[in-house]
């Protein structure tokens, strides 16, 4: 459980001028970690078996203050802010970060936008108990945005954005040197160490960088609307082995296209496609006293998932009442059947590698009541 005390002030110093002050407490007085992990399911980078076995209650408190100072002048505003975040089960407990943006607006339609700052995010908490006297930082994220946002029409909206992003204290794996914990995670508890209970050390690094493409149809006087999204981007990350990886989570070109039509006030088509290209993969041991685990010598340079691509449709009535309106519809999703690959595993009985797919064609009916 998480309490939560969250205060805003805004000052209206001036029509141009706009002071923000704000403050942030989060407490979690009783943490209760009752883990155990034998042997088997927590080898270390030399295979020997290392179990964990830990009571323990934390109580852990989190709090952080913030301002921003926003001024407009002409066609330009300008935000300056800074953050001062305070984690006391760390052993460096105070974290500055301050940010900034600029927005010009070159005419009522169409804007510049400029932003960049610092931004910490907590450790796990159950982390902290992976390893005795487990020392860990917030993760680091040094970001730059420049980003164009143009207005085609009232109910047309195009916006594109790129970025930049250093990433500095992700938690690396001491049993697996190759890789950093997030935004890896672990793949089963089969072949990984699972939940971060390990120790770790805050020397990971890492960039993500990348192009978005956002276009947006409101509902208008034409009775069609939709969404379009592109990202094009890279991630990559260092652990202790020092070699420079692929994200696990580096689809290096995803887009979502959401479109309707409502016919009339009863009847209404929309439609969902979804593209991603494949995530990296970690191959796994074939032979030999390691079979089935990880080889994280190859961490993230196994061949990629293949391509993810799917198309929903749905089709909805709509009943008017006086006092309610009744909603039915039917959702057909992944109308084509197309198996995706959502995991690959070790199968332990078959002792081979096991493709598991999602499972296709999904339909579905339902209904609703608004009020």
């Not at 330009?76 to 006391?88: F, H, V, W």
């Not at 332990?348 to 339909?363: E, V």
């Amino acid at each position: 459980n998480e309490i939560v005390f969250k205060t805003d002030v805004d000052f209206m110093i001036s029509p141009h001028l706009e002071f923000m002050l704000g403050n942030q407490i989060k407490w979690s007085p009783d943490l209760d970690y009752d883990v155990y992990i034998p042997g088997y399911l927590r080898l270390d980078n030399n295979n020997i078996p290392t179990e964990l076995k830990t009571d323990t209650t934390l109580s852990v408190f989190k709090n952080s203050t913030y301002g921003s100072l926003t001024t407009s002048f002409g066609s330009n505003k300008i935000t300056l802010g800074a953050r001062l975040d305070y984690y006391d089960f760390l052993q460096n407990k105070f974290y500055f970060s301050p940010r900034a943006s600029y927005i010009h607006q070159f005419n009522p339609v169409s804007a510049l936008i400029l932003s960049l700052g610092r931004y910490y995010q907590s450790p796990s908490y159950v982390w902290l108990i992976g390893a005795p006297n487990q020392n860990l930082k917030p993760i680091q994220s040094d970001q730059i945005v420049l980003g164009y946002e143009h207005t085609l029409r009232e109910d047309l909206k195009i916006q594109v954005e790129t970025y930049y992003k250093w990433y500095d204290n992700y938690p690396a794996r001491v049993f697996r040197p190759q890789a950093v914990l997030s935004p890896s995670g672990f793949d089963d508890l089969t072949s990984d160490i699972p939940f971060g209970l390990e120790p770790l050390t805050s020397i990971g690094t890492g960039v993500s960088r990348g192009v978005e493409i956002f276009v947006q149809k409101k509902l208008s006087e034409l009775p069609l609307y939709g969404l379009l999204s592109i990202s094009i981007s890279e991630t990559k990350f260092k652990s202790i082995e020092g070699k420079e990886r692929a994200g696990s989570f580096d689809a290096r070109f995803i887009s979502n296209l959401v479109i309707g039509y409502r016919f009339n006030q009863e009847w209404e088509l929309s439609g969902k496609f979804r593209y991603s290209t494949g995530i990296p993969t970690t191959p796994f041991i074939t032979e030999g006293e390691k079979i089935g685990q990880r080889d994280y010598s190859q961490y993230n340079e196994g061949e990629r998932r293949p391509d993810f691509h799917a198309l929903d449709i749905r089709l909805d009535k709509r009943w008017n009442f006086s006092s309610f309106d009744l909603v039915t519809y039917i959702d057909i999703q992944n109308i084509y059947g197309r198996k995706n690959v959502n995991g690959i595993r070790w199968d332990s009985r078959t002792q081979d590698i096991k493709i598991q797919d999602s499972i296709g064609l999904l339909p579905s009916i339902g209904i609703s009541f608004e009020i």
